[in-house]
């Protein structure tokens, strides 16, 4: 299994933290940003056509939740599911930026800020 470490190439574009995802860890997954299988993610799609590296870049959606692609159904689903809480994710990456982001995750060894 692979050690969890700080890197901003494992920040998902919808706030995630893929450095300490158990599949990723595993190696069953590249992490969002390499991982061609999940063209069906419409975060990650709208985040590659705009080239921006995650959510915390739109200038659209101040407030991450009100974008339809960032808050539907299925999201709050898996939210509530895996007690993940991606919109406080893009929020600290706006005021701490994406290094800062992946260090504190990756010290708390946690995919996701707590809901």
């Known amino acids: 299994m692979k050690e969890i470490v700080a890197d901003t190439e494992l920040v998902a574009y919808c706030g995630l933290y893929c450095g300490a995802c158990g599949r990723y860890l595993r190696g069953k997954c590249p992490g969002c940003g390499k991982n061609e299988k999940a063209a069906w993610c419409a975060i990650r799609k709208c985040n590659k056509e705009h080239s ?4 915390a870049e739109c200038a659209e ?7 339809g692609k960032f808050n539907n159904p299925v999201a709050r689903l898996f939210s509530f599911i895996f007690r993940s809480n991606r919109k406080a994710g893009i929020d600290r ?3 701490a930026g994406r290094e800062r ?3 504190e995750l990756a010290q708390l060894k946690k995919h996701s800020l707590p809901r």
């Open 93 to 95: 990456i706006r005021v």
């Open 52 to 55: 921006r590296t995650s959510c």
């Open 101 to 103: 982001y992946a260090g």
């Open 61 to 67: 959606f101040p407030d991450v939740n009100a974008c």
